[in-house]
Structure formats: C-alpha cells, structure tokens
T-cell receptor, first 115, second 114 residues
Framework: KAGVTQTPRYLIKTRGQQVTLSCSPISGHRSVSWYQQTPGQGLQFLFE???????NKGNFPGRFSGRQFSNSRSEMNVSTLELGDSALYLC??????????????FGQGTRLTVV | AQSVTQLDSQVPVFEEAPVELRCNYSSSVSVYLFWYVQYPNQGLQLLLK??????LVESINGFEAEFNKSQTSFHLRKPSVHISDTAEYFC????????????FGKGTLLTVNP
C-alpha cells in the first residue's frame, strides 16, 4: 500500500511569488490535512479537506489556501510569499471517518525556502 | 483552547539507559492522545495512541506511554534506548472528536549517545 506522497520535496521561491504544493493521500483515504512546521512555532494545523470540502481551518492568513480533487489529492497554495513562510509543510492522510481509531499518516513533507 | 506541553526540549541519554519524555495536556471531557516520532528530513510516524480503555499503551519498538487523567499527563517511556532512537518526539492531541486536526507539543529532541 503506497504511503502519502508529497511533491516537490524541496522548493526555493522568491518573496512575493506564489507556490503550489501537492499531496496524494493513501488510496481510499478521503481526508487530507496540512500542517506547517517551523523551528519557532512548531507544528501548526493549516486546514483539512474531506470529500472536496474544507472541513476544518487553522489560524492562518488568507494567503494560505487549499483544495481537494475528486480523487482525494490535495493542493495547498501560498500567495505573496513572505520570508516567514519558509517551513516544512506536512500533509496527513486519514480515512476521515469520525471514529477516533483511525490514525493520520504523514508524508515526508515539502521543504519551502523563501529568499 | 486545547494545548499540549512537552516539558523538555532536549533529552540527552546514554545508550541502554531508560528515558522518559514528558507530556502534559489541558484537561477536557474527552481526550485522544498520540506520540509521533520524526527522523531528520522525514515526516511524522505514529508511535502510539490513547483513545480509550487501558491507560497503558505500547508500541512495537519498546516504547510505552501511560495516560494519567488526574495529572493530565501522557509521558513516553522506554526502559533501554538505542542509538537508532535518536529523533524528535512529538506529543499531540485530537480535537473535537477527530484526529485530523491535531494540536502538537513543541517536540523533544532525544539524543542517544554511545
């Protein structure tokens, strides 16, 4: 069973540009969550999509957005990049069912560097 | 707001020594707790989880954690560590009946020295 795939693994962008990151969940999983990891703030929840609908949202500015496709693949977009957006962006996949005995599986992340 | 506190940012130990990584959570009616491990340049791997039932949960690689409701703690322990256990460990809790909106602690870097 293939794991969670995030592309690209590494990315360098310039301030003011925009960027799109991709996440392919485990086959059969319908929930995709995104997290930002930085040395200062740690791991912070960005948003979660289930069946193409945003179901939960963290406390990030509107420059951070996402979407989910009918095959459950998800993309997140950051517009007008700032230096502080440099981080490891992690995607997590789960079945999305409300039962708590389902766990979240994480991808290897996309390392974004803004210069 | 729900929170998770990891009391130690770094824990250095010698190989084959016991270790305890501490985690406290803010009290709530229902609590779902997890420990994840992150190796350098990797994503997070689930070590173990507490959902309900037995307060002592174990992982396949020798780690265990005990859910203590009165002390609002979920400390991670291993009786004898290996060099390969060197990694960052994150305590997390599920939110609002789901495990796909996780609140993480700041992490504890475990360094196992020979």
């Amino acid at each position: 069973k293939a794991g969670v795939t995030q592309t690209p693994r590494y990315l360098i962008k310039t301030r003011g540009q925009q960027v799109t990151l991709s996440c392919s969940p485990i086959s059969g999983h319908r929930s995709v969550s995104w997290y930002q990891q930085t040395p200062g703030q740690g791991l912070q929840f960005l948003f979660e999509y289930f069946s193409e609908t945003q179901r939960n949202k963290g406390n990030f500015p509107g420059r951070f957005s996402g979407r989910q496709f009918s095959n459950s693949r998800s993309e997140m977009n950051v517009s007008t990049l700032e230096l502080g957006d440099s981080a490891l962006y992690l995607c997590a996949s789960s079945s999305g069912q409300k039962e708590m005995n389902t766990e979240a599986f994480f991808g290897q992340g996309t390392r974004l560097t803004v210069v | 707001a729900q929170s998770v506190t990891q009391l130690d940012s770094q824990v250095p130990v010698f190989e084959e020594a016991p270790v305890e990584l501490r985690c406290n959570y803010s009290s709530s009616v229902s609590v779902y707790l997890f420990w994840y491990v992150q190796y350098p340049n990797q994503g997070l791997q689930l070590l173990l989880k507490y959902l309900s039932g037995s307060t002592l949960v174990e992982s396949i690689n020798g780690f265990e954690a005990e859910f203590n409701k009165s002390q609002t703690s979920f400390h991670l322990r291993k009786p004898s560590v290996h060099i390969s256990d060197t990694a960052e460990y994150f305590c997390a809790r599920g939110s609002g009946g789901s495990n796909y909106k996780l609140t993480f602690g700041k992490g504890t870097l475990l360094t196992v020295n020979p």
